[in-house]
């Protein structure tokens, strides 16, 4: 044999063995030759039961009467990997014949799982890759176990155990089985915080979303951890820092420990604060002719001397770049530029105007919206497709995205378009739901509606995907029911214009005469400004008192004959003289219960004997009251309410459920007259103000004042219904409608006789100071806070006198001082308050101890 020949088998054992000694570069030359010099005669398929040989060879980049390369084996066996459909695959040639050996996956018959409950199957189907009548593959499956664990951390069962295997069924069919063990609850065992010194850990918690495990987290569901919500976090204690003057504040890191043996996660926040930071000198500079920086000096929301705030540049930012954009220079771009004095610690800022980069908005994509319809989300936009580009408002839309409440996430990123100065604007969502069902109870005291209180309630914030609000909801209580109908469009006529309409009904027995009302309103509220909201609303309803019988006036004193009788000297009188056992306590005598009917003549004269029983037990009486001003009220009801109000709001507060800094101001006027019985104007007005008192210790101050005043119009008097009925919800410490006029019945004497009824003033005024603190040694998590607090207020003007038994007509102010304790609980905020009267007059009425839904406002 020649050393040529022997080369050449040496090379060919090489080509077979499908290895390459790199020894030599002579060998490789030799051996590509080789493999070249062998053209392919045919391509033989083995081991395939499904799949048919010619789809299996067309995947193959080799044909019969080519030459095979070693490449093009390896590009063979990739290609037929890549479909899925093989779990081995091996190709060789032999001489002319190129054999291809496979060994085919199985088809997925059915996906299993099996000892899930918290996840249902939908759930799992959509987190797994393994799906029915599709090739079965060990790698995707064993991805799809880690999926599956994932889908568990998310709500909270880290020690969840997932396994997989196969049940083989006939035709080579498999039923692919999920075992898993879903294990307890992972909760969150401690969250720490490391270098925070101008915050204490309590109020850090309350800024961060994820929440220890407490009791109530079975309800709350905030103690679960996510790698997700972590990050976010991070984020939420930045801004919360950047806000408040710390702009040198950074995250040094955020750590989640899991703790196997008890289950529970561990988290630390180590921060650095870094110096408080005040503004220095604030200004604007414009480099493009025609547009005027000190001009602009009013757009801007940070002022010399405030206390350094990131979202204050933010807003200053967005209103001069709408501004210029108004005075037709929409290119224009604002870049706010910061000198740092370290020994002041301020920070002044420059908002340098310039020309910015001619670039338009070619497309506008929504992604990941499966409920919320696209122009949901467009709408929330300053620009659209066509419109100059600018990345200030593309921000400022995000920033209302995410505060509708729809999505968990939104990200928005830009692509270059078909053209150099074209953008594609890309948004992506991750929806969240956004129906809610609430139940919530408690206990009310005050008079009116004492006794226990529930109220379940159905709300849709994004109904049917449009962005729409709509809420049903009942009250039930001792003596009250209430259903209401709500209905909110956000952007009515494709305006940011909010439009919408209130049904309610309640019915009230509680009072010593029943009252129902039923009635809407139909509104359209409009912001002004960022800050400024004017709302407009046509009114309507329709209120009865009493029944249709009349009004049960009370106990008079009575002979065995039903003569109406003087207690004093057991003499027979024409006017019945009301019981009053404090003023008579040895009086045994027979009494009847007399009543005044609407069809009386004189509803003011003798009234009509009713039920002469001769009882002296009352616990099953009728209703009564004795002021004759109510009474003839009622004799003319019911009475229709069509009415036009107008209100301006004034809102600058940093949360709109749990306020710290801001102002709440609303004033506005309901003018009645446009058909219906009444005829009057009435005007109130409300402030609060908001102040933290202590960052450290999250003491909050709360100044709060208010007003109202109603006049009848043209020549009809003001019916006493109209007034305002005040107590408790100005002062607190007084009874629902404890303060202001009341009528009393008068005896032979003139004097007045019981308690009286509280009849309304055309005229009121409060004012309070409150501070709400944590309560010490609580953790915070619970929700609890206290409160201190001091009410004044006042309520007067009646067109009757003391000659019809009226007494309280004046400008008398009414204080007390308490202290109440608050509750965020699962079911809504709850209060209770004790307050003591301090100022107070001989017939108001007291409520020292109240207990309800609690409101900030």
């Known amino acids: 044999m020649t050393a040529g020949s022997k080369l050449l088998r040496t090379a060919s054992a090489f080509a077979f063995s499908s290895s390459v000694l790199a020894t030599s570069v002579g060998f490789g030359l030799v051996l590509v030759e080789t493999a070249q010099a062998a053209p392919v005669t045919r391509v033989e398929v083995r081991g395939n039961q499904r799949v048919e040989a010619d789809t299996i060879r067309n995947l193959l980049a080799v044909r019969p009467g080519q030459n095979a390369t070693e490449a093009d084996l390896d590009e063979g066996v990739r290609k037929l990997y890549s479909t899925g459909l093989f779990s081995d695959v091996r190709i060789k040639q032999q001489g002319g014949t190129v054999v291809v050996n496979v060994s085919e996956n199985q088809i997925v018959n059915q996906v299993l799982f099996q000892g899930n409950s918290k996840l249902k199957d939908e759930q799992l189907t959509a987190a797994v890759q393994t799906t029915s009548r599709g090739a079965y593959s060990q790698a995707t499956a064993d991805n799809d176990v880690n999926a599956i ?141 025609g547009v005027d920086g000190a001009a602009l000096q009013s757009q801007l929301k940070t002022q010399t001397g405030d206390v350094y705030s990131a979202q204050k540049i933010e807003e200053s930012l967005v209103a001069l770049t709408n501004r210029v954009a108004q005075n037709g220079f929409a290119f224009a771009q604002v870049t706010p530029r910061g000198d740092r004095d370290f020994n002041n610690r301020t920070i002044s800022v420059n908002y340098v105007i310039d020309q910015g980069p001619r670039a338009y908005i070619e497309r506008l994509e929504v992604r990941g919206n499966t409920k919320t319809r696209d122009y949901v989300i467009r709408r929330e936009f300053d620009v659209s497709e066509g419109d100059a580009f600018n990345q200030v408002l593309v921000q400022r839309a995000k920033q209302r995205l995410e505060r509708l409440g729809f999505f968990d996430k939104v990200n928005i990123s830009t692509a270059p378009g ?97 009252v129902r009302r039923s009635g809407g309103d139909v509104r359209l509220a409009a912001p002004i400004t960022t800050e400024l909201t004017a709302q407009v609303a046509y009114n309507f309803k ?250 004044a207020g006042t309520l007067w003007g009646t067109e009757y006198d003391d000659d019809a038994g009226v007494v309280g007509d004046g400008l008398k102010i009414r204080a007390s001082a308490g202290v109440g304790l608050i509750w965020a609980s699962p079911f809504g905020p709850l209060r209770v308050n004790y307050a003591q009267p301090f100022l107070k007059e001989d017939y108001d009425r007291k409520q020292q101890l109240s207990f309800g839904f609690s409101t900030r406002f």
């Open 149 to 289: 664990k994932d889908a568990y951390v998310r709500i909270g069962r880290s020690d969840a155990t997932v396994s997989v295997r196969t049940v083989p069924i006939e035709n080579n069919r498999v039923n692919v089985v999920f075992d898993i063990n879903e294990g307890d609850r992972t909760k969150i065992g401690q969250i720490n915080f490391v270098g925070n010194n101008a915050f204490g850990d309590g109020r850090l918690k309350e800024v961060i979303a994820l929440r220890e495990s407490g009791i109530l987290s079975f309800l709350q569901r905030n103690d679960v951890y996510d790698e997700d919500k972590l990050r976010a976090d991070e984020e939420t204690l930045r801004r919360f820092y950047y806000n408040r003057g710390y702009a040198d504040f950074r995250v040094v890191s955020a750590t989640a420990d899991l703790d196997q043996a008890q289950n529970k996660y561990f988290i630390t926040f180590t921060v650095e604060e870094g110096e408080r930071y005040t503004f220095g000198n604030v200004s604007v500079d414009s480099t493009i002719p």
């Open 418 to 514: 078909s053209e150099p100065d074209r953008v594609i604007v890309i948004v992506d969502v991750t929806e969240k739901s956004t129906g809610e069902f609430s139940v919530g109870g408690g206990y009310t005291t005050g008079g009116e509606s004492d006794g226990p209180v529930a109220e379940i309630g159905i709300t849709e914030r994004n109904f049917l995907g449009r962005g729409q609000f709509v809420k049903l909801s009942a009250g039930f209580g001792a003596d009250t029911r209430s259903y209401q109908l709500s209905f909110t469009e956000p952007y009515f006529l494709g305006r940011r214009l909010a439009a919408g309409f209130d049904i309610y009904t309640t019915k009230n027995t509680s009072e010593s005469y029943d």
């Open 542 to 791: 329709s209120e009865k008192f009493g029944d249709d019988d009349g009004v049960t006036f009370g106990r008079a004193y009575a002979n065995d004959d039903g003569e109406f009788i003087d207690p004093t000297t057991n003499t027979v009188v024409d006017s019945p003289i009301l019981v009053n056992s404090a003023a008579f306590p040895n009086y045994n005598g027979d009494t009847t219960r007399i009543r005044q009917t609407c069809d009386d003549p004189d509803p003011f004269g003798v009234v009509s004997d009713d039920a002469a029983d001769g009882s002296t037990d009352f616990s099953n009486a009728p209703k009564y009251t004795r002021s004759r001003i109510i009474n003839a009220a009622i004799c003319d009801s019911p009475y229709t309410t069509s009415s036009f109000s107008y209100a301006l709001t004034y809102n600058t507060l940093d949360s709109s459920t749990d306020p710290r800094n801001g102002i709440l101001a609303t004033a506005g006027q309901e003018i009645a007259g446009i058909g219906g019985d009444a005829d009057f104007v009435k005007t109130t007005g409300k402030a609060s103000y908001f102040n933290q008192l202590s960052e450290e210790y999250d003491v909050v101050g709360q100044l709060s004042a208010g007003g109202g005043n109603v006049f009848g119009l043209g020549s009809g008097n003001l019916r006493v219904f109209d007034n305002f009925f005040k107590g408790q919800d100005i002062v607190r410490g007084f009874d629902t409608k404890g303060i202001g006029p009341r009528q009393f019945e008068l005896d032979e004497d003139g004097d007045h006789v019981g308690r009286g009824v509280a009849i309304g003033g055309e005229n009121y005024l409060n004012a309070s100071a409150e501070a709400t603190f944590p309560l010490p040694g609580i953790s915070r998590d619970f929700g609890f806070r206290g409160a201190v607090f001091a009410d």
